[in-house]
């Protein structure tokens, strides 16, 4: 069963934006931590961004001043804002949540041409 649905990744050209979407199953409860990680082929996995059910955020220095994550805990859901986008931005991105348990999405291609 999916309990992480991402939405939003696509291609795009240097400089443009994408806004990806994570929704979280209303199965999954007390989640403290949402977040955003990458993998392209042959690399590590990396956190991109994490947000707390308090609004605490933070983000790799890579994508700083680039992208914003955001949440809204009514809906919940997670977001993350990409502008400037680079084609080093290239990967598959994965939605994370925390709470009793770790959970993971299916991931969303994202790809930027130069």
């Known amino acids: 069963q999916v309990q992480l649905v991402e939405s939003g990744g696509g291609l795009v050209q240097a400089g443009g934006s994408l806004r990806l979407s994570c929704a979280a199953s209303?199965?999954?409860?007390?989640?403290?931590?949402m977040g955003w990680y990458r993998q392209a082929p042959g690399k590590q996995r990396e956190l991109v961004a994490s947000?707390?059910?308090?609004?605490?955020?933070h983000y790799a220095d890579s994508v700083k001043g680039r992208f914003t994550i955001s949440r809204d805990n009514a809906k919940n859901t997670v977001y993350l804002q990409m502008n400037s986008l680079k084609p080093e931005d290239t990967a598959v991105y994965y939605c994370?949540?925390?709470?009793?348990?770790?959970?993971w999405g299916q991931g969303t291609q994202v790809t930027v041409s130069s």
């Open positions: 994370n949540a925390e709470s009793s348990y770790i959970y």
């Open positions: 209303r199965s999954i409860f007390r989640i403290n931590l």
């Open positions: 947000i707390t059910v308090g609004g605490w955020t």
